[in-house]
């Protein structure tokens, strides 16, 4: 190897004597020849740097600038030299990879440098002119890709359990974020303004929908009309009927609890029939096995009153006792006369609509009294509305319309979801949730309230107004930063006020955060030129720059 580099040396000793400054005309002794650009050069020297680029473009600006500096240092040690120069073969090596190391490190060194000048001035500027875009992409920004996709499909699927009843973004998404960033938004006045006219328009969709299975007076009125039309003829016959009973009826008669139905139902029975309303009953005698329908159907019912009185005071024992012998009284009813069971049949078909709106109406006026919202409607809440709605339908024993039973179940399913606005706690005062506690609102950049950021966050806000043109900048570069802030901050906040009150705002974010899972791919021919075009590049301009010096 030494003998190579002699030999070299000698060589290039030789040329340099050769080349020493001499008088010709029209040129002074010892001036150099002007030194141009050596195009060709330029090119050989970009063509030398594929034997380098199969060490890729290296991660992170540190990989970045240190596997520069290794490409350009090697890529400059394979240029050829000059004799041109008063350097031993060995000195202009390490000369050639010295500058080909800086200049491979500077180059990503500069690029991400006017890469984050860009972004900060872009970034300052985005609040400006794309403010609802700036807020959509900065709340989806801190979702995973796939929370964003589940999100998304939450928002486009959510069902609608009251007409007219519209969910906030948060309540229908199923993501703690988006939750957590409504309970910070409820200290923008914008929003909070929003958010109680929007539980004004859900409160009374939920009173229009319990209206709607309460009805009138005048329509229970008529359903119980319908009713008695349709059963009480059924009933006059089947009460006239009569029969003769074995000796089981009249060993369950000896029983006190059946003797004592069987004197509520005469009771009951005579007062009915005194008025019209009904048959006088008949009971056996010792000389007469005779029963009419008017007697069982009353000892039933009298049965079930009591049943429904053990039970009430917790006496299970005696209300099994009771049904027992209902049960029974019922068996012979419809052995014997069974035209009662077909009016029982016709009056339980028509209680249904009856039942419907007796519990409708029972329920609007058990929260009727409640406390009015700011609409000057009383406010329907969760908890009192389920006690209602259990202890409304306890008295419906034919039960109610099916459609009806779904709409009441519908109100509570939209309270409850509602509740999700509610379902994140913190401690101490709400008001200590704040926007920029999130990270993503232009915290530094317009300040923790958008009443103006610190002098350096108002200087790039100003630059970069200035720098794309915006009217504000006329406002003044550092003077005018708290005003920008503000009304830059009114827009985000009214922004955010949208996409958190609309849910079909926020889909286009959440779609595209969604699809960063796939776009985290590098394009292979962009990835392709990071890797070399960068380093040929490098080469390129670091022997010129040597070619220069020597």
């Known amino acids: ?11 290039y000793d030789a040329q340099r004597a050769a080349q020493q400054p001499q008088t010709l005309t029209g040129v002074v002794t010892g001036q150099k020849p002007a030194l141009g650009t050596d195009w060709g050069r330029l090119a050989g020297n970009a063509i030398g740097t594929l034997p380098v680029m199969a060490m890729g473009g290296g991660e992170g600006l540190l ?3 240190g596997m520069g500096a290794l490409q350009g240092a090697t890529s400059a040690a394979l240029m050829p030299t000059t004799g041109n120069s008063d350097q031993s073969f060995a000195q202009q090596k390490a000369q050639q990879a010295g500058i080909g190391g800086l200049m491979g490190a500077a180059i990503p060194l ?39 996709a589940m999100a998304a499909a939450n928002i486009r699927n959510a069902p609608q359990f009251v007409p007219g009843s519209m969910p906030t973004t948060a309540q229908i998404a199923g993501n703690p974020m988006l939750v957590q960033t409504e309970k910070a938004a409820a200290n923008i006045p914008a929003f909070k303004t929003a958010a109680t006219e929007r539980a004004i328009e859900n409160n009374n969709a939920r009173w229009q929908a319990l209206m709607g299975v309460a009805g009138t007076e005048a329509d229970l009125n008529a359903a119980q009309a319908t009713r008695d039309a349709a059963a009480s003829p059924l009933y006059q016959q089947a009460h006239q009927a ?16 059946m003797q004592q139905a069987m004197e509520v139902a005469q ?13 006088a009953p008949v009971w056996p005698t010792p000389t007469s096995n005779a029963i009419n329908g008017s007697a069982l ?21 005696r209300a099994a006792s009771l049904t027992a012998l209902k049960n029974s009284v019922d068996g012979w009813t419809q052995r014997y006369i069974p035209g009662v069971q077909a009016a029982k049949a016709a009056y339980a078909q028509g209680s249904v609509p009856v039942n419907t709106m007796e519990v409708g109406q029972q329920i609007a006026n058990g929260l009727g009294t409640r406390a009015m919202n700011a609409g000057g409607v009383p406010e329907i809440q969760l908890m009192p509305y389920r006690s209602a709605l259990t202890g409304a339908m306890k008295n419906a024993p034919y039960g109610i319309d099916a459609n009806a039973l779904n709409t009441l179940q519908g109100i509570g399913q939209d309270l409850q979801r509602a509740t999700v606005s509610n379902s994140i706690k913190s401690p101490g005062s709400d008001t200590a ?6 990270g993503w609102l232009a915290r530094q950049l317009y300040g923790p309230t958008f009443g103006g950021a610190g002098n350096i966050g108002k200087a790039v806000g100003a630059l970069g107004a200035t720098a794309l043109g915006h009217p504000m900048a006329g406002l003044g570069i550092l003077g005018a930063g708290n005003r920008i802030g503000q009304m830059v901050g009114g827009r985000l906040q009214d922004r955010l006020t949208g996409l958190l009150m609309d849910p079909n705002a926020i889909l286009p974010y959440l779609d595209a955060r969604a699809a960063a899972a796939a776009q985290a791919v590098p394009n292979p021919l962009m990835q392709w030129l990071l890797n070399y075009g960068r380093p040929a590049i490098g080469n390129a301009l670091s022997g010129g720059l040597v070619n220069t010096h020597q």
Do not use: C, H, K
């Not at 009569?242 to 609890?257: C, K, L, S």
């Open 1 to 11: 190897m030494q003998q190579t580099i002699d030999t070299q040396n000698a060589a």
């Open 63 to 65: 990989g970045r600038a």
């Open 110 to 148: 500069a690029m991400d440098g006017a890469r984050a000048v860009g972004n900060g001035l872009w970034n300052a500027a985005r609040p400006i002119f794309q403010p609802e875009r700036y807020v959509g992409q900065g709340i989806t920004g801190l979702m995973e890709p796939a929370d964003a």
């Open 242 to 257: 009569t029969a003769n009973v074995g000796p089981a009826f009249m060993r369950y008669a000896q029983i006190p609890e």
């Open 267 to 279: 009771r009951n029975a005579a007062l009915d029939s005194a008025v019209g309303r009904g048959v």
């Open 297 to 317: 159907d009353y000892t039933s019912r009298a049965l079930s009153d009591m049943i429904g009185d053990a039970q009430r005071s917790g006496a299970n024992s």
């Open 433 to 438: 949730y704040n926007l920029a506690a999130q």
